[in-house]
């Protein structure tokens, strides 16, 4: 197929093949604005759909592309530097292991100049490049042209004109009617005639997506919101508080009066459920003020989670809740709260019953509060709908409570199995405050990632984890006392066998500190420093022990040669989504074998800015004063992308055989390990078995 045809089975691809996966949420509108004394302004605004994002030209080194925009042209002057409008956020990064920022929703892009002659009109052509994101993927970067045409008052006006030059495989489009650019892809018109891209980089012939070998290997990639987590992890903690010596010895005392406080039984029954539903309903209600703060405030919790200040506030307050825990002291409300709620319970009634249970949420917040706590920052360092959070959480929490009194004023018998109230409830303190300072330790490490300092080593992280565990081991087996144990406690078998599991856990965190090729301590994955923050990190050292090919064609040589399928990896030095991908999913044991062994793994980076040698570059033109420059090796690969598998998302996953035909339904986005592993397992064992 002669040079030329080739060239236009591309164009027919790319102006015919567009479906939802070609993605282009931003658009934007280039205006120029005379601000007068010769002194214009070439705007760029950019508009998002609704869960996307770009970076700021301000985002620190080594995470996301930050945004550029330059503007030049003839007998253009600049003045100063571009400058950037909108609503900036910031937020903290586990993948980048720092703050990003970025900005959604819109943004805009000022440059400042002047005519050179005031007397003679300027053409201005701005350029900018960006990188687009969601929560699942990152779009690859591009860099778009703008040209406009300004002539000053009191010169000969130029008619807004389109003007079109036919040239060989070329068009040129110049306007200086305002430019809206909407969906570049579709509005391509062909490619110029410099372009001397070889065509095997481009369009594969082989390559057919929508045509697989096998359809097994279609994963769901869509992340469900952890509102039922949050619920189950609340629950567990008000389980736990109801162990705690503020809360347990109530529970009998409670019961009984609603048991046997009315002549008529099933009223107290009634009236239990009732007290029962109170707790749960006070509970929620104390979620109600951070629905109303995110309102006035929507970026509030991403502010503070990205906080240094507030993270190292957060690691204060909780080694403060984990010495109430010890016993040194109590955190308590004001007595005069507890006086006026225990008051109001002799109204009687239903209000009598809802002020009984406010005082007891308000009586045991010395041991409710530092569990409380945790949850509140745990909800406030995550990175989804903090306040939805927040409330399944104490919903959880309160639900706990109303069960358990709930039954127990249903089955009062059951009472009598309950077991005494005596030393062991202090133990449950203790071991809570031994878990306040583990949890401490992760407000303290995200401080300094935010930071930039990274003192705080993965090693040394879970050097200290270590520490914790072993105190709590051998506070377990008597070893070690806090001011309200016994002098001589007795060492229950319950307790060796937890002392046990505490040694067993120290175990499984020394491993963490002996260098390997394969990530340690899977299950405290997103809890540990990352793993590029460590004394033995080198960036030598791969993927995960691996080095994939990062140019295709070479890929394809090694598969033939191995006689293996290849794993067509599309990602991005800054997409944050392939770094959670390769930590939190290629790193789990099931999957990196089949990495290692079953598949040549091509990583194709879209934003690699090395150039390609000058008879590789090309300019697409778009229409609309829009070209579109391809003269990176990012920029190579991400039209590669599309033109073989029509999208440009990352992480974007392919499974294709040595000849270059596709396996399975490709994949696209951060999605659990169980998806990558359906994905790569139907792929595999198909090669395998008709190879």
């Known amino acids: 197929m002669k040079f030329r045809n080739w060239f236009l089975l591309i164009l027919m691809f790319l102006a015919t093949g567009i479906n939802a996966q070609i993605k282009n949420p931003v658009k934007f509108k280039f205006t120029i604005n005379e601000l007068g004394d010769n002194q214009y302004e070439a705007v760029l605004n950019a508009t998002m759909e609704s869960g996307w994002h770009i970076y700021s030209k301000d985002i620190p080194e080594d995470t996301g592309i930050p945004t550029d925009y330059k503007v030049s042209g003839k007998n253009i002057e600049l003045i100063g530097k571009f400058t950037e409008t909108g609503k900036k956020h910031e937020e903290f990064s586990e993948a980048f292991g720092g703050k990003i920022i970025f900005y959604s929703n819109s943004a805009g892009f000022k440059q400042k100049f002047k005519l050179k002659d005031p007397t003679k009109p300027g053409d201005v052509v701005a350029e900018i490049t960006y990188q687009t994101c969601d929560d699942r993927v990152c779009l690859a970067p591009n860099t778009l042209e703008f040209n406009k045409q300004v002539t000053p008052k009191g010169t000969v006006e130029t008619k807004a004109e389109e003007k079109t030059e036919a040239k060989k495989d070329s068009v040129l489009i110049t306007k200086t009617t305002e430019t809206v650019v909407e969906d570049p892809v579709k509005d391509i018109v062909t490619v110029t005639e410099t372009s001397k891209l070889d065509p095997k980089q481009l369009k594969i012939e082989s390559i057919d997506f929508q045509k697989p070998l096998t359809d097994c290997g279609t994963a769901t990639t869509k992340v469900a919101e952890n509102y039922w987590t949050y619920l189950f992890l609340g629950f567990i903690g008000g389980l736990i508080a109801l162990l705690t010596p503020c809360v347990f010895p109530m529970i009998p005392l409670t019961v009984s009066f609603f048991t046997k406080g009315s002549m008529n039984k099933a009223k107290g029954k009634r009236d239990a459920f009732i007290y029962g539903f109170f707790i749960l309903l006070i509970f ?102 903090v306040p939805m959070l927040l409330t399944f959480a ?34 449950v303190k203790v071991v809570l405050g031994f878990v306040e300072l583990a949890l401490a330790l992760k407000f303290l490490s995200k401080a300094d990632l935010v930071s930039k300092t990274f003192l705080l080593k993965r090693e040394l992280f879970i050097v200290i984890w270590i ?225």
Not at 287 to 303: C, K, L, Q, R, T
Not at 330 to 348: M, Q, R
Not at 566 to 594: A, H, Q
Request: hydrophobic content about 45%.
């Open 467 to 691: 520490l914790v565990a072993l105190g709590l081991a051998l506070y377990l087996f008597g070893l070690i006392r806090f001011p309200h144990d016994d002098k001589k406690p007795k060492i229950s078998i319950t307790r060796k066998i937890l002392g046990a599991l505490g040694l067993g856990f120290v175990i499984y965190l020394i491993q963490g500190l002996i260098p390997s090729d394969r990530p340690k301590l899977q299950l405290l994955s997103g809890i540990l420093p990352p793993l590029n923050v460590s004394y033995f990190h080198d960036e030598k050292d791969g993927i995960l022990g691996m080095h994939p090919e990062h140019d295709f064609f070479k890929a394809i040589e090694l598969a033939k040669k191995e006689d293996k399928p290849i794993l067509i990896d599309f990602t991005g030095y800054g997409c944050e989504n392939c770094r959670k991908m390769e930590e939190f999913v290629w790193s789990e044991s099931d999957i990196l074998p089949i990495l290692q062994n079953d598949v040549v793994l091509a990583s194709l980076y879209v934003d690699d800015k090395e150039e390609l040698p000058e008879d590789q570059k090309t300019k697409i033109d778009l229409g609309d004063g829009q070209v579109k420059k391809v003269k990176t090796i990012g920029d190579r690969w991400s039209l590669f992308q599309q033109v073989n598998f029509n999208n440009n998302s990352q992480p974007h996953y392919v499974l294709v055989t040595p000849d270059g035909k596709v396996i399975n339904t490709p994949v696209s986005g951060y999605m659990p390990k169980e998806d990558f592993k359906k994905f790569l397992e139907c792929g595999v064992n198909y090669y395998k078995k008709n190879k």
């Open 284 to 385: 929620v209600l104390l979620s109600v003020p951070f629905h109303i703060i995110d309102g006035i405030a929507g970026n509030i919790f991403n502010e503070i989670s990205t906080s240094v200040w507030l993270n190292i506030a957060f690691f204060i307050i909780f080694i403060f809740f984990a010495g109430s825990f010890f016993g040194y002291y109590d955190i308590t409300l004001p007595s005069s709260i507890a006086n006026k709620s225990s008051k109001a319970e002799e109204a009687g009634g239903i209000i009598g019953i809802f002020f009984m249970a406010l005082t007891l949420v308000i009586v045991s917040f010395s041991c409710t509060g530092p569990i409380l706590g945790s949850l509140l920052g745990s909800a406030v360092t995550g990175s989804a709908n």
């Open 394 to 427: 104490l919903a959880g929490f309160g639900l706990a409570w109303a069960i358990i009194f709930g039954l127990l004023a249903l089955f009062p018998q059951a009472l009598q199995s309950l077991p005494k109230s005596g030393g062991w409830m202090n133990t």
